[in-house]
């Protein structure tokens, strides 16, 4: 799933870079396409190092240690990326519909250029902590009596690490979840009262501001689809973060190590999906794709 998703990001990159940034959805979704090509590329270094080949002795690192800073905190660095992108996607759409006399002098270009690279700087900001106080090192293992490449800690990294993990998984993965469900909900209500208030006026608009209302309707739909691929996909792991608050038992290393396992995998499998099946949406609800 994830190298035919690569490749369908690849793909959306191209397509929307050949199409321009004129439009503040194409430049959205061009930097969504980023992020999850990154989050899956990420994600099959994460599957690489788990697998047994590399956690055995017949290697010069451990494969569960490197993978910490080399892929799993990446990929939760791109796939906070995505959700807080699909937010922003959300809020700009619903800006559209509720306010569309207004929203090209509130959303302008510059300014949405301005929050999506926001986006993109304070998610790395919010990884930086992590990479200060751990690092790769070779260090002696007596179960393997084996110097290895492992993970190295600095006297602070329990405690960073805590907060971190507070702020870039609890709070950020709720954060954008959240918004993206709200503007999701206020985008179907409105254009439901939309259209019983023009049935109910009898409302014929002319050629021109039709074939911009359609224009509209065509780019909301694409993107509540997107939204509603992103909230099914993106639940399992806000159940998990849940889960680990009200059970403490329920993480990697507690009495249900098995089934929190079994979970991150589940949560893995839609993630992966989510980051790679945007294209059929763009190809069968986007008329210049």
Partial sequence: ????????????????????????VNLS????????????????????????RFLGTG????????????ACWPHVCFTKMTGWITAFIMFERCMCVALPLTVK??????????????????????????YATHSLGWKFYPGFNRTLLGLQFDDWAIEVTY?????????SSISSFSLTFVCTVVISFLLVKKRKWRKANGCLPNKASHQMSGNDHRA??????????????????????????????????????????????????????????NILVYYNMNVRF
Avoid: W
């Fill in 105 to 130: 002098t509130v959303l302008t270009k510059a300014r949405v250029q301005f929050c999506l690279v926001t986006i993109y700087v304070c998610v790395i900001a919010g990884v930086i902590p992590t």
């Fill in 59 to 70: 290697n010069n690192f451990v494969g569960i240690e490197v993978q910490f800073l080399v």
């Fill in 1 to 24: 799933i994830a190298v035919a998703g690569i490749l369908a990001n690849v793909i959306n990159i191209m397509v929307f870079t050949k199409q321009g940034f004129k439009d503040n």
């Fill in 29 to 52: 979704l061009f930097c969504l396409a980023i992020a999850d090509f990154c989050s899956l590329l990420t994600l099959i270094v994460t599957c690489v190092l788990s697998h047994p």
């Fill in 163 to 171: 907060v971190s993990n507070l702020l870039n998984i609890p709070v």
């Fill in 220 to 277: 909301v739909k694409m993107v509540t689809v997107v939204s509603v691929i992103f909230l099914v996909s993106v639940t399992p792991s806000i159940a998990i973060i849940i889960g680990t608050v009200l059970f403490i038992e329920f993480s990697l290393t507690g009495k249900y190590r098995r089934l929190f396992y079994m979970c991150y995998c589940v949560s893995f499998v839609l993630e992966a999906i989510n980051s790679s099946v």
